[in-house]
């Protein structure tokens, strides 16, 4: 799984929509979309239902978004830990969004 769609799902879900997500991590709505769609299409559920007045969470966008939630503090934290103990990460996970914790 790419994490890095897990930023635009979770924009999505704070913002309540793909063009104010878009907007906020400052890329373009299609951009938004077409992750969403691939995230949905590895995992084989539909996360959003998609409206006029924006997109909202399916049930099973509910339950992955709260799991989703977390993964950037134990990526973050999983990197810490490999650096404390003298050891240098080959790849760093970087979270743009600023609505992340």
């Known amino acids: 799984m790419d994490l ?3 930023r635009y799902l979770l924009a999505a879900a ?3 929509g793909f063009r104010r997500a878009a907007a906020m991590i400052s890329v373009g709505q299609p951009v938004v979309s077409q ?6 299409d590895e995992l084989g559920v539909a996360l ?10 399916t049930e099973a966008g509910r339950m992955f978004h709260a ?3 977390r ?7 999983t ?13 760093v996970c970087a979270w743009r969004s600023a609505k992340m914790p």
């Open 48 to 57: 959003f239902e998609r409206r006029s007045t924006g997109a909202h969470l």
């Open 4 to 6: 890095g769609r897990l």
């Open 71 to 77: 993964l950037p503090v134990d990526v973050d934290r």
């Open 35 to 40: 992750q969403i769609a691939a995230l949905e």
């Open 67 to 69: 799991d989703a939630r």
């Open 79 to 91: 990197q810490e830990t490999i650096k404390a103990a003298g050891l240098e990460p080959k790849a």
């Open 14 to 16: 704070d913002e309540l």
